[in-house]
């Protein structure tokens, strides 16, 4: 929101003021007046504000995430054929600055393991590429991803690596939209062989 701009009164009282004291200045014989530049010298302008970004296309895609989402999660931890953690969680999602980011608060439900998770997911003009920054109570670093949106499979496409416990750490992140009311979040972690598996798959259903 604008902050509310001056009244019509205040307006007119601030010109007679200033009309008042231009006279009472012009009367007076002894006001300096101020020195002329020397020849030659330019004028400075005062500095131009630059233009707000606003948002585009790619920023107005995030809208479609905006709400309360019940999200059922699956966490694949050990050896293959281990059966994944189960857990249910509620994420809200908002824009804000302006539609051109997209925060998102993710919490576990009681009875689940707590766990507490926030992000921002915003388009880098520049980079031509979506980006994202992740944050969690497992997390001491952020996790940081930058891809592509894919506009015919409606699928939001993200990788990224950090360092943790002094091993780096690869992933691929796909975010896939089923309906209107449905997503399918899915985290692949690369290997030291370089193979990607399945580590967590988030489904997400719009609360109504």
Same mark, same amino acid.
Not at 29 to 38: S, V
């Given at each position: 929101?604008?902050?509310?701009?001056? =009244?019509?009164?205040?307006?007119?009282?601030?010109? !007679?003021?200033?009309?008042? !004291?231009?006279?009472?200045?012009?009367?007076?014989?002894?006001?300096?007046?101020?020195? +002329?530049p020397p020849d030659? +010298?330019?004028?400075?302008? !005062? #500095?131009?504000?630059?233009?707000i970004p606003k948002?585009?296309?790619?920023?107005?895609?995030?809208?479609?995430?905006?709400?309360?989402? *019940?999200?059922?999660?699956?966490?694949? @931890?050990? #050896? #293959?054929? &281990?059966?994944?953690?189960? %857990?249910?969680?509620?994420?809200?999602?908002?824009?804000?600055?302006?539609?051109?980011?997209?925060? =998102?608060? /993710?919490? =576990?439900? #009681?009875? %689940?393991?707590?766990?507490?998770?926030?992000?921002?997911?915003?388009?880098?003009?520049? $980079?031509? $590429?979506?980006?994202?920054?992740?944050? *969690?109570?497992?997390?001491?670093?952020?996790?940081?991803?930058?891809?592509?949106? *894919? !506009?015919?499979? @409606? &699928?939001? &496409?993200?990788?990224?690596?950090?360092? %943790?416990?002094? $091993?780096?750490?690869?992933?691929? =992140?796909?975010?896939?939209?089923?309906? *209107?009311?449905?997503?399918? /979040?899915?985290?692949?972690?690369?290997?030291?062989?370089?193979?990607?598996?399945? %580590?967590?798959?988030?489904?997400?259903?719009?609360?109504?």
């Amino acid at each position: 929101m604008h902050p509310r701009g001056p =009244s019509r009164r205040g307006l007119l009282a601030t010109a !007679a003021t200033a009309l008042l !004291a231009a006279g009472l200045n012009a009367a007076t014989p002894d006001t300096p007046k101020p020195a +002329a530049p020397p020849d030659g +010298a330019a004028i400075q302008e !005062a #500095p131009q504000t630059p233009g707000i970004p606003k948002p585009t296309t790619e920023h107005g895609r995030m809208a479609r995430a905006e709400g309360v989402w *019940d999200a059922s999660v699956e966490v694949s @931890i050990g #050896p #293959p054929g &281990t059966p994944p953690q189960l %857990s249910k969680a509620v994420e809200t999602n908002r824009l804000c600055c302006g539609g051109l980011w997209l925060v =998102s608060e /993710f919490k =576990s439900n #009681p009875g %689940s393991a707590p766990f507490e998770g926030h992000g921002i997911t915003g388009y880098e003009s520049e $980079k031509k $590429k979506y980006v994202s920054t992740w944050i *969690d109570s497992d997390l001491t670093s952020p996790m940081v991803s930058e891809g592509l949106y *894919d !506009a015919a499979g @409606i &699928t939001l &496409t993200l990788r990224g690596s950090m360092t %943790s416990k002094g $091993k780096t750490l690869q992933w691929r =992140s796909v975010e896939a939209w089923k309906s *209107d009311d449905t997503r399918q /979040f899915t985290m692949f972690m690369r290997g030291p062989n370089g193979k990607e598996t399945p %580590s967590l798959n988030v489904t997400y259903t719009r609360r109504k």
